[in-house]
């Protein structure tokens, strides 16, 4: 099965923006077992795009086309599909009325160029787009099926997931039921991961057809992702193979796993304050604000986060010194003054000098709550934004760690002595 990635549109072909959309929809091509052959970026023009649609249609079994489904000028996937096709554009009075619906619930009235995102090849196959205006299709040109997808990403994944995958997995002929396991980890780097785990039975490549689970791992600091990808005849099945090699990664990886699959390192902390009917004051220095951004916009945060203190200098913070007692000491005076059941502190003393990937700096995390406080201090190597960002990471690990139970100085991989 020849699957093509086409992406489209002047800001992706000039860098102007992050094509993030294509690295998503390769992964999760390869995660359902089926490979990327091709991967194509087209600018807004129409000469340019059709022939690239030509030339996939000639190469390729199935194409996803991203982007220009909107109603700008710029936005000419459905024409020049329609004239891939050799067919008139038509007007969908359904997918007209679902606009008119969506811009109606929102109190608004549809702009008249929306009307264009009705407009479809005559002889395409309807694609739903279930939270958003631009419409899905899919027509044949060539030799290769092709699906139109939105270049807004949320709209995407949900259309690539709910109905490109299916259908594309049903031309390609693969049997049984797919899954991808994902283990989020901080503290680890891919190498000890990969050591940590490559011995599984289930993960060799000499394991018995139908026995062996795909390990992956994407690294993208501070965390660190292992995924399990594997195919079975059915959930049943899936399920026997899986949950043996899902228990000896957990054991395995231990306290290193923040999360899981969906959830996020922030979204667990919250949880479990929740959980507990507790609350959390923080504050930070130097971070920017990054510790609270990742909790105060979570579902929920309304009822647990009670205060936010950014800081870019201690004496702000009440101390003298980024070290573990004035860190414990800020900490229980950030809870005192908060009314917080809980209170997290973070000091960062960054090396002075031009930012160099040789630099680094000390981290001391103090976390307070009714039974006293406990710190953590470490030191990372790296530029500005790498300790930084790491030293968020680490504050909101202690704090799962501490509302879990599990020891908050567990040494990680990034920190140097």
């Known amino acids: ?27 999760r091509l390869v995660e359902v077992g089926l ?42 996937s459905q024409e020049v599909a329609a004239q891939a096709c050799g067919v008139e554009l038509v007007r969908s009075e359904y997918w007209m009325k679902r606009m008119e619906e969506s811009y109606a619930r929102r109190g608004r009235v549809m702009p008249p160029n929306n009307v264009k995102q009705a407009m479809l090849p005559a002889n395409a196959e309807f694609i739903d787009n279930p939270i958003g205006t631009a419409c899905g299709f899919a027509v044949t040109i060539g030799k290769a099926r092709f699906f139109f997808t939105p ?24 049997k049984g039921v797919t899954k991808l396991k994902r283990f989020h980890t901080f503290g680890i780097g891919e190498s000890r991961a990969d050591q940590m785990l490559g011995d599984i039975a289930a993960f060799k490549e000499d394991a018995k057809e139908g026995e062996r689970i795909k390990l992956g791992f ?37 306290n290193f796993i923040v999360a899981e699959d969906e959830q996020t ?5 919250l949880g479990k304050l929740l959980e507990k009917g507790a609350t959390l004051a923080t504050a930070e220095m130097i971070t920017g ?16 986060f009670r205060r936010g203190v950014v800081a870019r200098d201690i004496a702000e913070l009440g101390v003298t010194a980024v070290a573990p007692d004035a860190a414990a000491a800020a900490a229980k005076a950030l809870r005192a003054s908060s009314g917080a059941s809980h ?30 406080a406990v710190t953590r201090q470490a030191r990372l190597v790296g530029g500005r934004d790498w300790v930084r960002i790491g030293a968020t990471e680490l504050g909101l690990d202690c704090l799962r760690r501490h509302l879990l139970g599990l020891p908050v100085d567990e040494r990680i991989d990034f920190e140097r002595r």
């Not at 002047?10 to 998503?24: A, M, P, R, V």
């Not at 390192?265 to 902390?269: I, S």
């Not at 951004?293 to 945060?301: I, Q, S, T």
Request: hydrophobic content about 45%; glycine content about 12%.
């Open 343 to 372: 209170a997290l502190v973070l000091l960062l003393e960054l090396d002075e000098g031009p930012d160099r990937p040789d630099m680094g700096g000390t981290i001391c995390i103090g976390l307070a709550d009714e039974g006293g």
């Open 151 to 174: 270049g807004v990403p949320r709209e995407m994944r949900r259309m690539l997931d709910e109905q490109v995958l299916p259908r594309i997995l049903a031309m390609s002929g693969i």
């Open 289 to 304: 604000g990054h510790l609270a951004a990742r909790l105060a916009p979570l579902a929920g945060a309304e009822r647990a």
């Open 265 to 269: 390192l922030e979204g667990v902390v």
């Open 35 to 76: 490979g990327v052959h091709w991967g194509t970026t087209v600018g807004d023009d129409r000469e340019s795009l059709l022939k690239a649609f030509h030339q996939a249609g000639e190469r390729a079994d199935a194409v996803i086309v991203n982007g220009g489904l909107g109603p700008t000028v710029d936005d000419l």
């Open 1 to 27: 099965m020849r699957v093509e990635i086409l992406c489209t549109g002047d800001e992706i072909l000039t860098g102007k923006t992050i094509n993030t959309n294509y690295s998503h929809m390769a992964r």
């Open 218 to 254: 994407q690294a993208h600091y501070p965390q660190l992702e292992t995924k399990l990808a594997l195919r079975a005849d059915d959930d049943a099945a899936l399920s026997a193979l899986l949950a043996p090699a899902e228990a000896e990664v957990r054991k395995r990886l231990g």
